[in-house]
């Protein structure tokens, strides 16, 4: 899979693959700075290194584009929970990790919490246009629900909680703490160091959905 999340830099000379990996370096960062009507191609191209002419052979337009790299952020948070290996473990220690690998998965990609919040204010406008993405997500409820379902047999967590419930929390705690970190700092001043946040955030989450989840 691409990824340009992680790995910008990628060989120039008869790579297409990597030439694609740098539009989706350059698109990422455009769209997540100026949202969709305020980017432009030829910032894109200069970005990944090539010409706009190339941009458009592969990715025709600017809302293409777009939702290609919709479907490739979304991937790759996909991917990353499913590398996490969770079903090996016992599923309180599952939970647990996930919650923890799914925070740091948020500080460390900041631009796809704004991406993703440049497209709720877009009313989810474009999202809902790829029957990829919808799919793809589903594996987020399968992941937690092999946890919920070993979890419940042992007693471990109620038997009310749902996987869609769960991963709602989840995913709101951890992209609270990116989406609204200059608002809330800004209101709320906190003695803290931004890394002190990091694990007094982090805890905070696991606390509040292994609560949740308790008998």
């Given amino acids: 899979m691409l990824n340009p999340i992680d790995s910008p830099n990628a060989k120039r000379k008869n790579d297409p693959q990597g030439l ?16 969709l009507k305020g980017a432009r191609l030829e910032n894109i191209a200069q970005l990944a290194e090539t010409t706009k002419r190339m941009v458009v052979y592969h990715f025709k337009n600017k809302e293409t584009l777009y ?4 479907e490739h952020v979304y991937q790759h948070i996909r991917d990353h929970e499913s590398g996490l290996a969770l079903h090996t473990l ?4 599952a939970i647990v990790k996930l919650v923890e690998e799914s925070f740091n998965y948020h500080v460390a990609h900041p631009d796809f919490i704004r991406l993703i919040c440049m497209e709720n204010m877009m009313r989810g406008k474009y999202i809902s246009q790829s029957p990829h993405i919808r799919t793809l997500n589903q594996s987020a409820l399968t992941l937690l629900e092999d946890i919920l379902v070993r979890g ?36 709320f001043e906190s003695n803290q160091s931004p890394d002190e946040q990091i694990i007094h955030h982090r805890k905070m989450a696991v606390v509040a959905t292994t609560r949740y989840l308790a008998r």
């Fill in 152 to 187: 419940k047999q042992k007693q471990l967590f109620n038997d009310e909680v749902t996987a869609h419930d769960v991963h709602r929390l989840i995913s709101s705690l951890c992209f609270h703490h990116v989406s609204n970190q200059y608002t809330f700092n800004t209101l």
């Fill in 20 to 35: 694609k990996l740098r539009i989706f370096t350059g698109a990422l960062l455009e769209f997540a700075e100026f949202g």
């Fill in 67 to 70: 939702l290609a790299v919709l």
């Fill in 90 to 93: 016992p599923p309180a220690e």
